[in-house]
């Protein structure tokens, strides 16, 4: 499922979310463009549902997660790792997992820029994986990945599923 919010640059917007997601049986919402400034939030909001963002730069930028009120003792630990990348740590019972949420920088940003944000990403997910932890990883790629089908000579990872022209960051 995905939503449009506009922006999650208030309180209000957050409660919007909210207000959005009543009718639905969701658990985890992960989130981008939240365009906050604050650097850290852990907040638990009125609902009872939780909000952990990583922000910094208001009117731009920011991830962030909203979980569930009803995973409230499975919550291990959230990190703030910019304000394009963080995670969550859920320990549900036996099954320990990472959730990751990252906001990669567009085609307009240095290569030197996308590859330091890969080399993070990659870090975050080699360190759960070395701890043995499941990892759910989201966010929105700033790339346009062009559909070329699985029987051509350069086949597509979406398949028949993607855009009719891709970009460079799709290619990449």
Do not use: Q
């Amino acid at each position: 499922l995905l939503l449009n919010t506009r922006s999650l640059v208030c309180d209000e917007r957050i409660a919007e979310l909210e207000t959005e997601l009543s009718p639905l049986l969701w658990d985890i919402v992960f989130v981008n463009e939240t365009w906050r400034g604050e650097v850290e939030e852990i907040d638990e909001l009125a609902s009872g549902h939780f909000w952990f963002g990583a922000g910094g730069t208001k009117g731009k930028h920011g991830v962030a997660f909203l979980l569930h009120k009803r995973w409230k003792r499975s919550i291990s630990r959230f990190h703030r790792c910019s304000e394009r990348l963080a995670f969550l740590e859920l320990d549900i019972g036996a099954i320990k997992l990472t959730c990751i949420v990252v906001y990669m920088p567009h085609s307009g940003y240095e290569d030197l820029v996308l590859e330091e944000m890969y080399e993070n990403m990659n870090t975050v997910v080699a360190e759960a994986r070395d701890k043995g932890r499941i990892v759910v990883l989201a966010g929105d790629w700033n790339a346009e990945v062009e559909s070329r089908g699985f029987d051509t000579e350069a086949p597509s990872s979406v398949g028949h599923f993607g855009n009719k022209v891709g970009n460079a960051r799709g290619l990449w």
